[in-house]
């Protein structure tokens, strides 16, 4: 849990980088049965063979997903997710692979409709092991104006 943070406090430029995760045969199996998605890209080792990665791809929604788990350590109380945008899926990740997470403040501006909040724009940035980029994508948050809060105390 991190200290209350206020629209107002959340600087341009600022990051965090995560501890690291390995991504196991267990993951990509779970993931598949809670999705559906059993295609043999991430379920058949025999046919990845004859592919041109070689070997079992973890589903990007995996990696999206455990990359957002692990930036959620940082918890703040004055903000919330308005979800994601512009999600790419740069490189597989293989079974073994180590990811970790880099969010960098992107950008900050105005709610047209809802004045109590302002939104921030976080790049969060997935790097294997290699720390080459795995996953890119902007994660908006409404975080709380302090001028509002104040006026609501």
């Not at 991190?2 to 995560?18: A, C, I, K, N, S």
């Amino acid at each position: 849990m991190m200290h209350p943070q206020y629209f107002e406090d959340y600087e341009l430029g600022t990051e965090r980088t995560t501890g690291g995760r390995t991504i196991t045969e267990t993951d990509i199996v779970l993931h598949a049965g809670q999705t559906g998605d059993f295609y043999p890209h991430h379920m058949d080792a025999e046919w990845c063979k004859t592919q041109d990665f070689g070997q079992r791809i973890a589903h990007g929604t995996l990696i999206f997903s455990v990359g957002v788990g692990m930036t959620a350590g940082a918890v703040n109380p004055l903000a919330f997710s308005y979800g994601y945008d512009k999600l790419r899926f740069l490189k597989p990740v293989f079974i073994g692979d180590t990811i970790h997470v880099k969010v960098t403040v992107k950008d900050k501006r105005e709610h047209t409709k809802h004045q109590q909040y302002g939104v921030v724009t976080e790049l969060c940035e997935i790097f294997n092991q290699k720390s080459e980029a795995v996953l890119v994508c902007e994660h908006l948050l409404f975080a709380t104006r302090r001028d509002y809060a104040e006026a609501s105390s």
